[in-house]
């Protein structure tokens, strides 16, 4: 099973608030990616990472941000969250390379009321 | 634009079937095909993948065919059993790429009836 953790499992907030979704991975992965999952839907990206202090745009524009500044941690940031943000947020992580194995996280189903 | 095109959106088998999942890429550039599986709150897991310099590959009950001239790559799960009940996805990933970025197919989700 992949050592990747993602806090909260479950988030209902109000319109306007910031929050703060975290990613941790314990395999020393230096690519890290966030995709945005609507039910029954398939996975978008909506950002990655090469390693520490470098962070990409996916191909979904998302109004979120990420950090990266430690190997293990890849938090998504929203500012004001709107009812249009309400989705399932997934983290994954992977060794260098173009076609490594993306191990994924169990997401954070997000609801923005 | 949808690069990978997968089908069908659900497939129920009974116990001892054979589920197939289609996909059909559009993007050439495209070595790299994994599949992809989820089940309910759970994130997605690699299943099996194929490079285009094969047409087959097999893993246990899992198959991945592969025709490279018709840009279709499909899952053959043998022998289904209720608990493969889950939601599958096809990605492709493009040659040369150093993100490892993935394109994903809308996925299936496939019921197992015992």
């Known amino acids: 099973e992949a050592d990747i953790y993602q806090t909260p499992r479950y988030l209902v907030i109000g319109t306007g608030k910031k929050i703060t979704l975290e990613c941790s991975q314990t395999?020393?992965?230096?690519?890290m990616y966030w995709y945005q999952q609507d039910p029954g839907m398939e996975l978008h990206l909506i950002h990655y990472s090469y390693g520490v202090n470098s962070t990409e745009k996916g191909d979904l524009s998302s109004e979120s941000t990420v950090s990266r500044i430690r190997t293990e941690h890849f938090p998504l940031t929203l500012e004001s969250a709107r009812p249009s943000h309400t989705s399932q947020y997934l983290c994954?992580?992977?060794?260098?390379?173009?076609?490594?194995?993306?191990?994924f996280g169990p997401g954070t189903r997000l609801l923005v009321l | 634009q949808q690069q990978v095109k997968q089908s069908p959106q659900s497939l129920i088998v009974q116990k001892g079937g054979i589920s197939i999942i289609n996909c059909a890429y559009e993007n050439t550039a495209f070595d790299y095909f994994p599949w992809y599986q989820q089940f309910p709150g759970k994130g997605p897991a690699l299943l099996i993948a194929?490079?285009?310099?094969?047409s087959e590959k097999k893993e246990g009950r899992f198959t991945i065919s592969f025709n490279k001239s018709a840009k279709q790559f499909s899952l053959h799960i043998m022998d289904s059993q209720p608990g493969d009940s889950a939601t599958y996805f096809c990605?492709?990933?493009?040659?040369?790429?150093?993100?490892?970025?993935?394109?994903f197919g809308q996925g299936t989700t496939l019921q197992v009836k015992p």
């Open positions: 395999m020393g992965h230096d690519k």
């Open positions: 194929i490079r285009p310099d094969v």
């Open positions: 994954a992580s992977s060794r260098a390379g173009g076609k490594e194995t993306q191990y």
């Open positions: 990605a492709a990933s493009r040659r040369l790429s150093n993100t490892g970025k993935l394109i």
